[in-house]
């Protein structure tokens, strides 16, 4: 639909462009909107208010004004007839449309006058329409080349400024700016560590590696009155978040610059920057299970994100599902014992949704089963590292890290791409260089999880002496279930996270004549477990191994090996 009307006094779109959003601040904007209309007055003109052409923080040597801003948009509309011929197009001078090459320039402003469309000047109130003269034609470019100039020793004196800064790092600091838990020094070559904040930022970071979510780390923190670093309104997941992706807690430092309003980075991080607060390996853990309960590589559903209660009461929640329907299990409180109990039910059940497994699972037996027979946890070494320190002890710690890196570097990598499709005039060498850094320290991060792996696998074939003593395993599942307070908390949360890190799949069966629980482990071993329908708390088979080779060990101490194709059978 085209705009003009016959009836109508010509229309006059004025368009307004600032760099910086300082700018704002000063004179600019009231300025290029009161020349306007006081041409628009004076020329009888309509100035159309409700059409958006502010680029506001957006370059136009650069070219993201017509790539991605209201300029474009203006374009795009002009293409598509919108914009009707005899219709204005008002600019404060050149270099509000463009400060690229004169001959890239010069292309949006002969499609406009090509469209019909006339463009005014209002530096010097020149117009451009129809056929423009051999004059016209050399002024604008000339206009548009100073521009163009301008821009191009301005961005140099701006890249070799801070060249300059960058190399002399060692004297001075870049910039005043840095974690709210470090203070410049007074002569700008270092900084000063805030005790009594670093504090508080290593105990997120511990918090976060030991799998407790952001949101409950923020109501810990808010509970026992914690103070922030600056304001009065409590902890803010938003707070929290930002300090656990910030590798200033590391000591590195990301240069950044502004593109369109908003900080992009500059170059390579520079390690060693800031003083370092934290361990790098707690570091890379956080990283971990930060990033893995925004999602889950495998099926791309949502993470294990989320409030957990008081005492982390379901260690499965997110994990399992109904065998039946493949719907999660809810985790149903019908009050406290002895009167009451909590339970694991199908959600689809509950709902009455189709689901035929409408028996439920007392969670406390269901728990305490779990944990007596799945080995793989090596539940004693989570609920006691003085106990149990050993040499599986530091590989499952160098694993958690070494998993947390490569959720970093992937996710380093995935900014790196959506920088190059944002920025068209990023410099490609330097980008490609970074990813390939990435994938570099990707391949070698992958490798060592591997070898990380396979000397835990062999540990662990030698290593089960608890769970070769149901006394022991009793004890530590007691501690497990009956402490209360930041400790069982936190405890309870390394062990859901280490079942998330664990367990590509948990699925259970309640039927009145049929109850067992599956579990498919990332590694490729599997477990399927049969309960007693009349004691929950006994076992009558298990099935444990890898394809092809499976054992079925029953309630008496039998072991049966096991083909594949069989043990499928009887896993269902």
């Known amino acids: ?85 005899g219709e204005y197009l008002l600019l404060e001078s050149f270099d509000r449309m463009s400060r690229q090459e004169p001959m890239v320039a010069l292309k949006p402003f002969m499609e406009i006058v090509e469209a019909g469309l006339i463009l005014v000047t209002l530096d010097d109130e020149r117009v451009f329409k129809g056929k423009i003269s051999f004059e016209d034609l050399i002024i604008s470019i000339a206009k548009m080349s100073r521009a163009n100039e301008e821009s191009a020793r301005k961005s140099d004196r701006l890249s070799q400024a801070w060249k300059a800064k960058r190399a002399g790092i060692g004297q001075k600091k870049l910039t005043a700016r840095c974690p709210s838990w470090l203070r410049l020094t007074a002569d700008r070559t270092g900084f000063d560590v805030i005790e009594e904040r670093a504090a508080i930022v290593r105990r997120i970071f511990d918090e976060a590696a030991s799998g407790i979510g952001t949101f409950t780390i923020v109501r810990r923190l808010n509970e026992e009155g914690v103070p922030t670093f600056m304001g009065k309104g409590g902890w803010q997941n938003s707070t929290v978040n930002k300090i656990l992706s910030s590798a200033a807690a590391i000591g590195t430092f990301q240069p950044n610059r502004m593109e369109g309003g908003k900080r992009t980075p500059d170059g390579d991080p520079i390690r060693n920057y800031f003083p370092r607060v934290i361990e790098q390996r707690v570091f890379d853990t956080a990283q971990r299970d930060r990033l893995s309960r925004r999602t889950k590589p495998e099926d791309g559903k949502k993470g294990s994100g989320g409030p957990k209660g008081k005492h982390y009461t379901n260690i499965f929640s997110k994990l399992a599902v109904c065998d039946y329907c493949g719907s999660p299990m809810h985790y149903q409180n019908k009050g406290a014992p002895p009167k009451g109990q909590a339970y694991l039910v199908c959600s689809n059940a509950v709902r009455n949704l189709g689901c035929e497994m409408v028996g439920r699972w007392r969670y406390d037996q269901f728990e305490t089963m779990f944990l007596r027979f799945v080995e793989k946890l090596d539940l004693a070494s989570l609920v006691s590292s003085t106990e149990h320190a050993s040499k599986k002890t530091e590989l499952a710690s160098q694993l958690d890290a070494t998993e947390g890196r490569i959720k970093l570097l992937e996710e380093e990598r995935r900014r790196a791409y959506e920088l190059g499709m944002k920025m068209i005039d990023f410099n490609s060498d330097f980008l490609a260089e970074r990813i390939k850094k990435t994938e570099q320290e990707l391949a070698e991060a992958k490798k060592l999880v591997h070898a990380l792996r396979s000397q835990i696998a062999i540990l662990e074939q030698t290593e089960l002496t608890y769970y070769k003593h149901p006394d022991h395993v009793a004890r530590l599942i007691e501690r497990v279930r009956s402490s209360r307070g930041g400790d069982v908390y936190k405890l309870r949360a390394q062990i859901a996270s280490k079942l998330q890190s664990l367990i590509r799949e948990l699925r259970l069966t309640v039927f009145s004549d049929n109850q067992r629980f599956e579990i498919a482990f990332h590694d490729g071993h599997a477990m399927t477990l049969f309960v007693d329908p009349e004691d929950p708390t006994k076992f009558v ?15 008496d101490g039998t072991i049966i090996q096991l083909p594949a194709d069989e043990a499928a059978l009887d896993g269902k």
Request: charged content about 30%; overall charge positive.
């Open 541 to 555: 088979q298990k099935v444990t191994g890898a394809a092809p080779d499976f054992e079925m060990v029953s309630a």
């Open 1 to 85: 639909m085209v705009i003009t009307h016959p009836e109508a006094r010509p229309k006059a779109f004025s368009y307004v462009r600032m760099s910086t959003d300082l700018q704002l601040k000063g004179d600019s904007l009231r300025r290029q909107r009161e020349a306007s209309r006081k041409y628009a007055d004076r020329h009888g003109l309509e100035l159309v208010e409700d059409f958006d052409l502010h680029d506001i923080g957006v370059s136009a040597f650069k070219g993201k004004n017509i790539a991605s801003g209201a300029f474009g948009r203006f374009l795009e509309a002009v293409r598509e007839g919108k914009i009707g011929k």
